[in-house]
């Protein structure tokens, strides 16, 4: 069955208790064993919950894996992957990542002797290049956080099986709808739900999703013995956004498209990150490994932080916050709020510099959202 069913019907079946159409929120710590040892499948919920098995089942179908893992966020999702390595071990990782991925591998996994190498995010060489006798995993973004850059995940892939080891790859900003990393080659797919799988900036979480039952049994492993759980509210709310995961990236897109257009080459923006302009440097590898370019742009104002300021001021529909992927449009400034885990020269020498600005374009109607950027450009 295609996606928009699946997101609708795979891990939902109607409750088999009641006829339940809407998969019930079991806000139940434990469960009833008829005898010792002997229970429906259920015994304790940080090991497993039916509602938080429904969303597992169905991430996983989007994602077109064997195995959905949910978590009490993105990160306690990344955190429960990088835990299948050991001291010693090595990753390399694409330069342009979401903040908390870069503080979680330098200042958490760092400790415990685990090392990273940053290369250029966009260079599938240089992936090779970095890796040293004791290297486990790549680490990938794609489009990558906030630069929109692209990583070809087939040569990448290639490139990590040659070597063997894992690919893991961040698609929280793609989204399964516009891009499924495992049928590219990847090992294994992590999502902030908080994003556009959440869809509704209404709760925090995460999932992992694989094909490996070997890497399922250890992620597994540590979702049970850490203990990061959504719960069955989270896992419920999370699950009602996903039911129109299709639609709302459909929407994210033509807007986005439709302003990133508008953008380019306006007398007030030195420049526009978006995968969809023909002008992207990656457009070509956009088409080929994505079914859209997502509802993401990035851009450098011309004035510096001042225009910055004095553009995110003049804003009325875009608010200012952190996060992506809800249905409201966000405005974000990453050198100090999404990617200030970053020490400053190192993010500039990335090029988040004090002159760039985030959008997550949301589904108000595009002609409104257009007026609203048009405005405070204006008094930039
Ligand atoms: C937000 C985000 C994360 C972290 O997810 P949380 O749910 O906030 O823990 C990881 N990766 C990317 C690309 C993100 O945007």
């Known amino acids: 069955m295609r996606f928009e069913t699946r997101a609708i019907h795979d891990g939902q079946k109607p409750d088999p208790l009641t006829g339940a159409v809407t998969v019930p929120v079991y806000q139940t710590s434990t469960f ?80 415990w002797g685990l090392t990273t190498t940053y290369v250029p995010v966009d260079d599938p060489h240089a992936y090779e290049q970095a890796m040293t006798g004791n290297t486990r995993m790549i680490w990938i973004e794609t489009p990558s956080n906030p630069l929109l850059k692209l990583v070809d995940i087939r040569a990448v892939a290639e490139i990590a099986h040659k070597n063997n080891v894992y690919l893991a790859v961040d698609n929280t900003f793609a989204s399964p709808f516009v891009q499924q990393p495992l049928a590219l080659g990847a090992d294994i797919v992590v999502h902030s739900t908080t994003k556009y799988i959440g869809g509704h900036s209404d709760l925090v979480g995460g999932v992992v999703v694989v094909d490996d039952p070997a890497i399922f049994e250890a992620v597994k492993f540590h979702q049970n013995a850490a203990g990061a759980v959504p719960g069955p ?41 978006y995968p969809g302009l023909p002008g992207h440097a990656q457009h070509a590898l956009a088409k080929k490994q994505m079914s859209g370019f997502g509802g993401m742009i990035s851009m450098q104002l011309k004035g510096g932080y001042a225009a ?70 204006s008094r930039v």
């Open 32 to 111: 009833q064993q008829e005898s010792i040892g002997q229970h429906k499948g259920y015994e304790y919920s940080r090991t497993g919950n039916p509602t938080r098995h429904a969303l597992e089942e169905a991430i996983a179908s989007l994602e077109g894996g064997a195995y959905g893992l949910a978590f009490a966020s993105g990160l306690a999702a990344t955190t429960a992957v990088l835990s299948m390595l050991r001291t010693g071990d090595h990753v390399v990782a694409g330069d342009d990542l979401y903040g908390g991925t870069y503080r979680l591998l330098e200042q958490v996994f760092c400790r």
């Open 233 to 273: 509210w989270d896992a419920w709310l999370t699950l009602r956004g996903l039911k129109t995961l299709a639609v709302r990236m459909d929407r994210h897109q033509e807007n986005a498209v439709f302003l990133a257009k508008y953008l380019d080459g306006h007398p007030k923006v030195e420049q526009v990150y």
């Open 308 to 377: 910055v300021e004095a553009f995110v001021a003049h804003l009325t529909l875009f608010t200012l916050a952190e996060s992506l992927g809800g249905v409201e449009s966000l405005v974000n400034y990453p050198a100090t709020m999404t990617h200030a885990a970053i020490p400053s020269e190192e993010r500039i020498r990335r090029g988040i510099t004090d002159s760039l600005v985030r959008l997550s374009v949301g589904l108000e109607n595009k002609l409104d959202l257009k007026a609203d950027i048009a405005e405070a450009l």
